[in-house]
């Protein structure tokens, strides 16, 4: 019966699929689009984290940290870091404490008298507060869009890292092979053309817009690619904090599997020595 | 059930004489994975996956267990209690991705597997209880995965929920009221995630059961080997234990190894990065695609495009679940004599097509649909059918095999260019009688 029965489902399985390839063959393709033809992969970007002895630059994140206080912070949050966790970019507790006391946005709480809500100022133990208090706010300040949360940003777009600093230093104006394939290109109003982006069109304006918009503490000559690269380094790191602890225990671990799998060979070797196989 | 020259467990500490007459359960272990077992002397290294598979399986209960202490099952607090045990929980990182990794690294051993019983023939009589178990293992890892990626709750746990649980949608007239059943809501929400976590939780235990099975099928008939011909002698076989204990023991390390480099390198590979945006049922992303090792069956499901008497989701449906479902016929489609595709080269080369045709096929579920990949993805999916129901049958029924050695022993020697056997397998040890 099996035998019966499987070619012809088989066969009947290939006809429907035949008569789907005709369909295939017979529509048109769908016309080039300026997203798809002119949507570019972002550069590499040489940060002190990549690679498999990667290591974060404390000073090149405190520096990350001084551009997103200054510029990003206005409208993004990152709510899933804590002030506390600022000790790892090398701050000591009494500044970690400085910072979340002297913060702009202030946490959401309660008044102790009246029940009613409030806001009271930030501890070592708040995460970083939202900075709007909720969609519907975001929104309306931001001509309808919604800044998202930058924690998670540099692993929730592909290639993260290289992604926001193309980003962040991509805009321009579109460029005359666009113009010349898609004459009605336009970049809508209340939006902002940029290549890196994959809808080619942001509605965040370009965030670094001149060498020395940020003073740089340790006196680093803050040009916009140089701000723009910092920033990423402190965003690899909010995304992934536990980065170099991950780094030192995958040497470790592969120098001990390495040791373990010659001494494996070993075993086998001598075990089988005398049984042909 | 063994071979008769079979080594006997004699406990040899008091304590261990004392459990074995009352629980024999270090006999148990002895006869399944100890010195109990006699194993074909000419296993090669695809013969470890098992093992592997079984290790694949260890590593993610105990993560997982672990993981379950820190994870929040609910749609409101799911995304940010995964991201606490990333930031806050000692050494959550470690088990977060080792569970992550774990489960695309169980899936490569077992498709290794598979493909090593495809080539040796292993799910062919006697052994054909052995391959239906292991098509249940498989069919039960695939509902595990996909509960388990919608856990963190990210984009593409949701849509990925989404998606999978409309195929259910496919069904006529019923469909909507089971989708609607399965998942407790109209669409993913709370009551999906909490019971999608209850399974997550439970299935693997199942699994494990399954897998009891399997060895049990397995030790009836004994191991199969690459030489295509059964064990006719103790001069064949070895003991498991220790000779394939350390055999393992080298294969386990270069798991590890692979394991520890995307682990600790490039945990998130494997992944989409979508899933590190929280789930949001008001936007789409541009591509929803599973994990990469479901890639190959969404491509077949991606592949029907015209209704033709069945709607083609319907169509696409039914052809992703028969294209696993197939393989619980294959020890009845595939009628040769012989067991390997050594010694069936017209097979051989169908079976490489297939195994270019399934690269191929993950690799279309994953691409945009432009107008090439559905075409290759519909030639494709028509070779994996016509391949298991219609080539197989026709190819083992017509082509003579070449000759089989007379026994493992015999291949093992003309191999290394020696003489028909005076000795065992272990040197040293009389001839034994053959076995009867």
């Known amino acids: ?277 | 059930m063994s071979f008769p020259w079979a080594k006997q467990y004699e406990p040899k500490a008091p304590v261990m004489k004392w459990l074995d007459d009352r629980l024999p359960l270090p006999r148990l272990v002895y006869n399944a994975v100890g010195a109990g077992y006699p194993v074909p002397r000419n296993l090669n290294y695809f013969w470890n996956f098992g093992v592997l598979a079984g290790a694949a399986l260890a590593i993610q209960i105990i993560t997982g267990i672990v993981l379950a202490m820190h994870y929040s099952t609910d749609a409101a607090t799911a995304f940010n209690s995964v991201e606490a045990i990333m930031r806050d929980v000692n050494a959550g990182w470690f088990l977060r991705y080792a569970h992550a990794n774990g489960a695309s690294m169980f899936f490569i051993v077992v498709y290794i597997h598979i493909c090593r019983g495809l080539y040796y023939g292993s799910y062919k009589a006697p052994r054909e209880m052995v391959w239906l178990l292991g098509v249940v293992i498989f069919l039960l890892m695939m509902a595990t995965a996909f509960m388990g990626y919608v856990l963190p709750w990210g984009q593409m746990s949701f849509w990925g929920a989404q998606v999978i649980t409309g195929f259910f949608s496919a069904i006529p007239l019923v469909g909507e009221t089971i989708r609607i059943w399965l998942l407790g809501g109209y669409a993913p929400d709370a009551a999906a995630l909490n019971r999608f976590f209850s399974l997550h939780y439970l299935l693997p235990f199942v699994i494990a059961g399954v897998i009891i099975l399997h060895i049990w099928a397995l030790h009836i008939p004994g191991s199969s080997n690459p030489a295509g011909v059964e064990v006719k002698g103790e001069q064949d076989t070895v003991p498991f234990h220790p000779y394939y204990t350390a055999k393992d023991g080298v294969g386990v390390g270069v798991f590890l190894l692979v394991f520890a480099i995307f682990l600790f390198f490039q945990p998130n590979l494997l992944g989409h990065p979508d899933n590190y945006i929280p789930a949001n049922p008001l936007s789409t992303p541009a591509h929803i695609v599973p994990e990469w090792y479901f890639l190959p069956f969404y491509a077949i499901l991606k592949s029907f495009t015209v209704d033709f008497i069945l709607p083609a989701k319907l169509w696409g449906v039914l052809a992703m679940f028969g294209s696993i479902l197939l393989l619980f016929f294959l020890p009845w489609l595939d009628t040769s004599p012989a067991r390997t595709a050594n010694h069936r080269p017209r097979y051989r080369a169908f079976l490489m097509v297939l195994l270019v045709d399934v690269l191929v096929l993950g690799y279309v579920g994953g691409a945009e649909p432009t107008k090439i990949n559905v075409l290759i993805g519909q030639i494709t999916t028509a070779y994996y059918f016509l391949h298991f129901l219609v080539i197989l049958p026709i190819v083992s029924a017509t082509e003579r095999p070449k000759p089989v050695a007379n026994s493992i022993t015999e291949a093992v020697l003309k191999g290394k260019g020696g003489t028909a056997p005076a000795k065992s397998a272990i040197e040293g040890q009389p001839n034994p009688m053959p076995a009867e």
């Open chain 1, 1 to 277: 019966m099996t035998r019966i029965i499987a070619p012809l489902i088989g066969l009947g399985f290939a006809f429907v699929l035949v008569l789907g390839l005709f369909g295939t063959i017979t529509t048109a393709s769908e016309p080039a689009t300026a997203e798809h033809e002119f949507h570019l992969k972002p550069k590499p970007v040489a940060l002190a984290s990549n690679g498999i002895f990667g290591k974060f630059d404390r000073q090149q994140l405190q520096r990350g940290f001084q551009v997103y206080k200054e510029v990003c912070a206005a409208c993004h949050s990152i709510s899933l870091v804590a002030f506390r966790d600022l000790a790892a970019l090398g701050y000591s507790e009494a500044e970690v404490k400085a910072i979340a006391n002297q913060w702009t946005t202030e946490q959401p709480s309660v008044n102790p008298e009246t029940g009613e809500a409030a806001t009271r100022k930030n501890l070592p133990s708040d995460k970083f507060p939202h900075v709007y208090p909720n969609e519907v706010a975001a929104r309306a300040a931001n001509n309808n869009a919604i800044p998202p949360d930058l924690s998670l940003m540099t692993k929730a777009r592909p290639d993260g890292a290289a992604y926001v600093h193309s980003l962040l230093t991509g805009y321009q104006q579109p460029s005359a092979e666009l113009m010349k394939e898609f004459p009605n290109f336009a970049t809508p109003e209340g939006l902002y053309f940029n290549p890196y982006f994959p809808t080619l069109n942001l509605a965040m304006p370009q965030p670094l817009v001149s060498d020395g918009q940020v003073t740089y503490a340790d006196g680093t000559n803050a040009t916009v690619d140089q701000m723009a690269k910092d920033v990423t380094a402190f965003l690899v790191w909010t995304a992934e904090p536990k980065l170099e602890a991950r780094h030192t225990a995958g040497l470790a671990s592969v120098v001990f599997l390495i040791i373990f799998i010659a001494l494996t060979i070993g075993a086998y070797k001598s075990v089988w020595r005398n049984v042909k196989h």
